[in-house]
């Protein structure tokens, strides 16, 4: 019995999820960025998925997939970099105390 | 020989889900950034299983190799004084919950919609028509990727870069 | 295939070869290591003009089992650490890509523990994990020094990842496929790859070093600097690990030179003998390991800011002109790889001369701004 499709769908939904309480539930801003990580990969795994059951007539999902490597290695690097220099005003990485634009 | 498949798949599953939870939910964020290669190993192999080495090569070289060390030096930067901080938002847990379950729930039943086998075309690897894809169709938005990855590494030294007055 | 190569009923073969090179790689690990180990000391000693081991055994032959017998014995000391596990696990992560490396290296026609068509690839990645593992190593020290020597090491072994893949993509343009059996294919005979693409080679060598932490880029693990990096809160067997992880990606290097560049397994009497290839193809890799350890004993080494300047500044700019050139010749020239190989050989030409003038040039530099700020 080889494993259906919607295995492979099913575990990227819940993969999806967890990040998404990841990022809307921690206070570290690390953490968070960890979080959008999870999501990007559960992304690439239904992509990857569809793009390889349906191989005979398209390969566009995995090439969706290398742009999608491309734009999270740029993503962390700069978010990163926001949060270091956000870290060299105020010693804290808590979002919750990052707030001086609020209100 | 297709239970080793079946049983390669559950495996992976726990991984990823295991570590994704573990992810969210541990005490310290140096636990939570090597569970995320971990997440990461066990998604390239589920890349395997579907019969797409290439992309699951590139997934362990740029994500365990090159973010999760971005992400370790983030993290061994920005020391915080362990200080007993709860790890959630005060108010916002419970909504969270109650946005992010119920959801979860309805979208991983409706998936077992999709009966076919995984991997059941192409059997060759995807190596050449992904290469023929990216090079050929796909040239422009390749250009494009490769000045937003040049834009990021500048934009990242000038934001680190420390004012020397 | 009905009859497989040596005669052997194929649905045996498929196992039975997977078992041999996996076999063939741990005894080239664990030998290897013993040997290199044995040969670093005797050869450096006898380019610094002295003796070397000669009392255990004859030609102190036996010295390596007498360290690892020290090494097995020592008192396992575990300061009190950030976190146990992660100081545990950091040695099995550094070891572990470098000994699933030797699935893919071509012993000998045949002999080779599995043909995947992204071999090339499939190593890269592998070499690009070994950067996690040191990382946690640095950290999970609790120890200041072991923190930046693990930081800096790891921003060396990235920022050399990049001309060595720029290399081994140029070498791929010219043979057109990934599999390392392919490429150990398409060299028959005299023609190896060498002879095309001889700055690739250069180049790949000078990240290789670079990548493996040895002389002159060993900075981070070096005795006089930084009380040892990022291993020095490991001692006995945890330390050997390291180390065999490092004499073991050495030798994986050295593989792949061989394989891209030399021809894998091709040598004389290969055709009648296949096995020969084994042979031919272990003279090669040690020969290159002997290279490393000539290296070693010969320059200096650099210190963190020159060896990254060498890095972004020279070997990114070189690699990336030769792939551009050899890209744009062989979409010119499609049937035949001459045009590359002098492209090749007149830009390593050109690489070796600039050299002194170029240094000439930043040793004047140098002597003006002292001769003012002293002034």
Known sequence: MAVPLGAFIAVSAVLFFIGTAGVLVRRNAVVILMSVELMLNATNLALVAFSRRFASIDERGSVFVVFIFVVAAAEVAVGLAIILSAYRNRPTVDVDEIRQMKG | ??????????????????????????????????????????????????????????QVLIYVGAITVLILYGVMFTPQSPRPYGLFFQTQKYWAALFVVPIAIFVAVVAFEFRDSA??????????????????????????????????????????????? | MPVGPFGID????????????????????????????YLERKIQAIIQDRLGPIHTGPWGLLQTFADAIKLLGKED??????????????????????????????????????????????????????????VIAGWASNNKYSLIGGL????????????????????????????????????????????????????????????????????PEAESELVAGFLTEYSGMRWAIFFLAEYGEVTVVSAIVTTLWFGAWHGPFVEVFPLLGVLWFTLKTYFFVLVFMWIRATLPRLRIDQLMSLCWKVLIPLTLANLTITAVLLLAFPTTVVPVAIANWILLALFVLALPYFQRRRLVALRERLRTAAA
Request: proline share 5%.
């Open chain 3, 152 to 219: 800096r090491s790891a921003g060396q072994l990235i920022s050399y990842e990049v001309p060595q893949i720029l290399s081994l993509v140029t070498v791929v343009l010219v043979v057109g496929t990934l599999s390392m059996v392919g490429i150990a294919e398409s060299q028959p005979g005299w023609q190896m790859n060498f002879l095309i693409l001889p700055l690739a080679f250069v180049t790949y060598f000078i990240a290789g070093l670079a990548e493996t932490n040895r002389n002159p880029f060993d900075l």
């Open chain 2, 119 to 165: 991997a059941a075309g192409g059997s060759g690897g995807d190596l050449v028509p992904l290469a023929t894809s990216i090079f050929g169709d796909f040239a422009f938005p390749f250009e494009v990727a490769s000045v937003l990855l040049l834009a990021a590494m500048v934009g990242a030294i000038v934001l680190v870069k420390r004012d020397e007055e």
């Open chain 3, 10 to 37: 194929p649905t045996i073969w498929a196992p039975l070869r997977l078992v041999i090179a996996v076999l063939l790689g741990v005894a080239l690990v664990f030998n290897g290591a013993l040997a290199q180990i």
């Open chain 3, 77 to 134: 000391i575990r300061a009190r650490l950030t976190d146990k596990w992660f100081f545990l696990a950091a040695p099995s992560i550094v070891f572990s890509p470098m000994l699933a490396s030797y699935v893919v290296i071509p012993f000998a026609p045949d002999i080779v523990g599995a043909d995947l068509s992204v071999g090339l690839l499939y190593l890269t990645t592998l070499g690009s994990m070994t950067v996690l593992g040191i």
């Open chain 2, 1 to 58: 020989m297709d239970i080793f498949g079946a049983a390669f798949f559950a495996l992976l599953t726990i991984g990823t889900i295991g570590a994704g939870v573990g992810v969210v939910l541990a005490n310290r964020i140096t636990t939570s950034a090597l569970l995320m290669a971990f997440t990461f190993l066990n998604v390239a192999g589920m890349f395997v299983l579907l019969g797409a080495e290439t992309v699951a090569m590139f």
